[in-house]
T-cell receptor, first 114, second 113 residues
Framework: KQEVTQIPAALSVPEGENLVLNCSFTDSAIYNLQWFRQDPGKGLTSLLLIQSSQREQTSGRLNASLDKSSGRSTLYIAASQPGDSATYLCAVNEVTGGGNKLTFGTGTQLKVEL | KAGVTQTPRYLIKTRGQQVTLSCSPISGHRSVSWYQQTPGQGLQFLFEYFSETQRNKGNFPGRFSGRQFSNSRSEMNVSTLELGDSALYLC????????????FGEGSRLTVL
């Protein structure tokens, strides 16, 4: 059974800092891995999608990497801003799922302080 | 382009009642999946539909059911509500199976009293 773990569970940083969020998964037979952010009481906003054949994806100040063989992904946020405060979730779409069935991590709650 | 739309956004029910939630996917998306989010269990997969066929089902009791219509809109139903069904129910749509990016709606927050 696929298990997805995110470390740290919570993180507080001053504005302007670069930071790394970690995601690990136990079964490397995945189609892709997706990073989301969730603001309190809201739905999920897709940040980056990395296909299993890719090593990294970039969007603005965000960069996500994927090492499928070791079951790890990182989300790098450059020059953090208070507006980045949210919960960040990673999710994998397993091959054995046979469709779009995501297994989520428990998330990292990020607070960027002024 | 409109995003994923879920209705209603908030609802309150009592134990034993049933509830139907609706999801309209992004135009052109044929895959619709449902997730339950609770503080204790996090995000858990309920089921997925593609072209009106259920392709996957999560580990939930038979009280949870769903369907998809020919226009790709989807509904999920929970019968005989229990207190533990209180959760945020999220719908996601995708244009592809397996390799597609999933886009989520704002969710329907269900409170069972």
């Amino acid at each position: 059974k696929q298990e997805v773990t995110q470390i740290p569970a919570a993180l507080s940083v001053p504005e302007g800092e670069n930071l790394v969020l970690n995601c690990s998964f136990t079964d490397s037979a995945i189609y892709n891995l997706q990073w989301f952010r969730q603001d309190p009481g809201k739905g999920l906003t897709s940040l980056l999608l990395i296909q299993s054949s890719q090593r990294e994806q970039t969007s603005g100040r965000l960069n996500a990497s994927l090492d499928k063989s070791s079951g790890r992904s990182t989300l790098y946020i450059a020059a953090s801003q208070p507006g980045d405060s949210a919960t960040y979730l990673c999710a994998v779409n397993e091959v054995t799922g046979g469709g779009n069935k995501l297994t989520f991590g428990t998330g990292t709650q990020l607070k960027v302080e002024l | 382009k409109a995003g994923v739309t879920q209705t209603p956004r908030y609802l309150i029910k009592t134990r034993g009642q049933q509830v139907t939630l609706s999801c309209s996917p992004i135009s052109g998306h044929r895959s619709v999946s449902w997730y339950q989010q609770t503080p204790g269990q996090g995000l858990q997969f309920l089921f997925e539909y593609f072209s009106e066929t259920q392709r996957n089902k999560g580990n939930f009791p038979g009280r949870f059911s769903g369907r998809q219509f020919s226009n790709s809109r989807s509904e999920m139903n929970v019968s005989t509500l229990e207190l533990g069904d209180s959760a945020l129910y999220l719908c996601a749509s995708s244009s592809q199976l397996n390799t597609g990016e999933l886009f989520f709606g704002e969710g329907s927050r269900l409170t069972v009293l």
